[in-house]
């Protein structure tokens, strides 16, 4: 139950994610052909108006279809210009070949300027369709699928017609929607009361192998002394480790009302956290609840969300240092933590946490993602208005594939060895 609760909680975030992108886009005049959360094949689909819905079976993110996010161009005819000449091949002698003029009075008006193909494309559409007969089903309904595409993509409401302004907030609602939502989400939290707990100092667990478990610490302990200093809570044994820097040190805990010295312990050091660890968890007990206002709470929401940003910039500086690479969490590390989140009474704030990172992850300025999009579109107006080439814009958004799917296989590789560890 509680892994289906991280993947409901995430298709949360990726519904409210893809309603800003569809809301603002709506708004700003341009059309939205589909709406959908997870990917294809669809599990359930249905139309209103010019939209498709849907709920795809990969629950691994959603998107929302803006027709010409690119510029069209002849070259997207190359499915259309197949079935032309395949037509061609099975036409009668006494039939005219209106099908390869249209096509190519689309191909001219494409190169001229996409805006001119507006008057053409629908003669072409028709050729195909009277030429149907003549194409194999397969060859026909690309295109088809292409050539309706593209007059989507020439439309007056494409996105490469719009105002660089409308393009940006397109491009910037999705983001934009996960910060608010995630600023609501903890905003109801500290309304509703978020505990106050005691460090109690007692050892809660054992990690199996680890030089607390060599030195005979168990469950239950109180520690109260490090070596010759005395402790009374978390902050001060993890202080006297950390001075420790792994060299051998006494501990001394209570047991059952007995004060014992165990054999000395040398903590570990553990690379990804930067720090001394012996392998105990501590206990800490809830003696309370604070409460706060609305307008307080929205303030400790804004709050959180900035240091939130802030330590996740330091992070992403880092991703590709074996440190940074020990904090990378694809979806199946993002649903196995938000799990044990639910198991462990701290879900609502992780999944605050998780929208705030959504939106920072899209934000980065790297094709095909929204940041990316922005970043090109400011391209274009520091150009005097004169948009990137779509080849340029191609051969980045290559490079920014082939660096996700590297960062894809680390973060499939972090995941399976967090779930494999023992």
């Not at 279809?65 to 395949?86: F, H, K, N, T, W």
């Not at 593209?150 to 983001?175: C, E, F, M, N, R």
């Not at 059952?256 to 001394?276: D, F, N």
């Given at each position: 139950m509680s892994y289906l609760i991280g993947v409901a909680g995430l298709l949360l975030l990726v519904f409210i994610h893809e309603l800003g992108h569809f809301v603002v886009a709506k708004a700003v005049g341009a059309r939205a052909t589909k709406f959908y959360v997870g990917f294809p094949?669809?599990?359930?689909?249905?139309?209103?108006?010019?939209?498709?819905?849907?709920?795809?079976?990969?629950?691994?993110?959603?998107?929302?279809?803006?027709?010409?996010?690119?510029?069209?161009?002849?070259?997207?005819?190359?499915?259309?210009?197949?079935?032309?000449?395949?037509?061609?091949?099975?036409?009668?002698?006494?039939?005219?070949?209106?099908?390869?003029?249209?096509?190519?009075?689309?191909?001219?008006?494409?190169g001229r300027g996409p805006a001119e193909a507006r008057g053409v494309i629908g003669a072409a559409r028709a050729a195909l369709e009277r030429d149907r007969d003549l194409l194999v089903d397969r060859t026909f309904r690309q295109a088809a699928k292409d050539l309706d595409r593209i007059t989507d993509d020439v439309d007056v409401?494409?996105?490469?017609?719009?105002?660089?302004?409308?393009?940006?907030?397109?491009?910037?609602?999705?983001?934009?929607?996960?910060?608010?939502?995630?600023?609501?989400?903890?905003?109801?939290?500290?309304?509703?009361?978020?505990?106050?707990?005691?460090?109690?100092?007692?050892?809660?667990?054992?990690?199996?192998?680890?030089?607390?478990?060599?030195?005979?610490?168990?469950?239950?302990?109180?520690?109260?002394?490090?070596?010759?200093?005395?402790?009374?809570?978390?902050?001060?044994?993890?202080?006297?480790?950390?001075?420790?820097?792994?060299?051998?040190?006494?501990?001394?805990?209570?047991?059952?009302?007995?004060?014992?010295?165990?054999?000395?312990?040398?903590?570990?050091?553990?690379?990804?956290?930067?720090?001394?660890?012996?392998?105990?968890?501590?206990?800490?007990?809830?003696?309370?609840?604070?409460?706060?206002?609305?307008?307080?709470?929205?303030?400790?929401?804004?709050?959180?969300?900035?240091?939130?940003?802030?330590?996740?910039?330091?992070?992403?500086?880092?991703?590709?240092?074996?440190h940074g690479r020990e904090n990378l969490q694809g979806p199946i590390g993002i649903v196995a933590s938000s799990a044990g989140a639910v198991d462990q009474g701290y879900y609502v704030a992780e999944l605050a946490a998780i929208s705030l990172a959504l939106a920072l992850a899209n934000m980065l300025p790297v094709l095909p993602l929204d940041g990316g999009h922005v970043f090109w579109t400011l391209v274009g107006v520091v150009r005097g208005g004169r948009p990137v080439p779509r080849s340029i814009l191609e051969r980045v958004a290559l490079v920014g594939i082939a660096v996700f799917a590297l960062l894809a296989i680390i973060m499939a590789n972090q995941d399976i060895g967090r779930l494999m560890a023992p």
């Amino acid at each position: 139950m509680s892994y289906l609760i991280g993947v409901a909680g995430l298709l949360l975030l990726v519904f409210i994610h893809e309603l800003g992108h569809f809301v603002v886009a709506k708004a700003v005049g341009a059309r939205a052909t589909k709406f959908y959360v997870g990917f294809p094949p669809a599990v359930v689909k249905f139309r209103r108006g010019d939209t498709e819905y849907g709920l795809g079976a990969i629950p691994l993110g959603g998107y929302v279809r803006i027709p010409g996010m690119s510029r069209p161009q002849p070259s997207d005819l190359y499915r259309v210009v197949d079935a032309a000449d395949e037509a061609r091949l099975r036409r009668p002698d006494d039939d005219d070949d209106n099908l390869t003029a249209a096509v190519q009075a689309v191909s001219v008006a494409l190169g001229r300027g996409p805006a001119e193909a507006r008057g053409v494309i629908g003669a072409a559409r028709a050729a195909l369709e009277r030429d149907r007969d003549l194409l194999v089903d397969r060859t026909f309904r690309q295109a088809a699928k292409d050539l309706d595409r593209i007059t989507d993509d020439v439309d007056v409401t494409a996105y490469w017609t719009l105002a660089p302004w409308k393009q940006i907030a397109i491009s910037v609602a999705g983001p934009a929607a996960n910060v608010v939502a995630a600023i609501v989400i903890l905003a109801a939290l500290f309304v509703a009361g978020t505990p106050v707990a005691r460090d109690t100092g007692l050892v809660a667990g054992v990690t199996v192998g680890s030089p607390a478990a060599a030195a005979g610490i168990r469950a239950g302990d109180h520690v109260v002394a490090i070596g010759t200093h005395a402790v009374a809570d978390s902050v001060g044994i993890g202080r006297w480790i950390q001075a420790s820097h792994g060299t051998p040190v006494v501990v001394t805990v209570k047991r059952a009302g007995a004060r014992l010295t165990l054999p000395a312990v040398a903590a570990g050091y553990q690379p990804a956290g930067r720090r001394y660890v012996v392998g105990i968890s501590l206990r800490m007990e809830q003696v309370g609840t604070v409460q706060e206002s609305p307008f307080a709470a929205t303030g400790h929401a804004l709050q959180e969300s900035w240091r939130y940003v802030r330590e996740s910039g330091v992070a992403i500086t880092q991703v590709f240092t074996p440190h940074g690479r020990e904090n990378l969490q694809g979806p199946i590390g993002i649903v196995a933590s938000s799990a044990g989140a639910v198991d462990q009474g701290y879900y609502v704030a992780e999944l605050a946490a998780i929208s705030l990172a959504l939106a920072l992850a899209n934000m980065l300025p790297v094709l095909p993602l929204d940041g990316g999009h922005v970043f090109w579109t400011l391209v274009g107006v520091v150009r005097g208005g004169r948009p990137v080439p779509r080849s340029i814009l191609e051969r980045v958004a290559l490079v920014g594939i082939a660096v996700f799917a590297l960062l894809a296989i680390i973060m499939a590789n972090q995941d399976i060895g967090r779930l494999m560890a023992p």
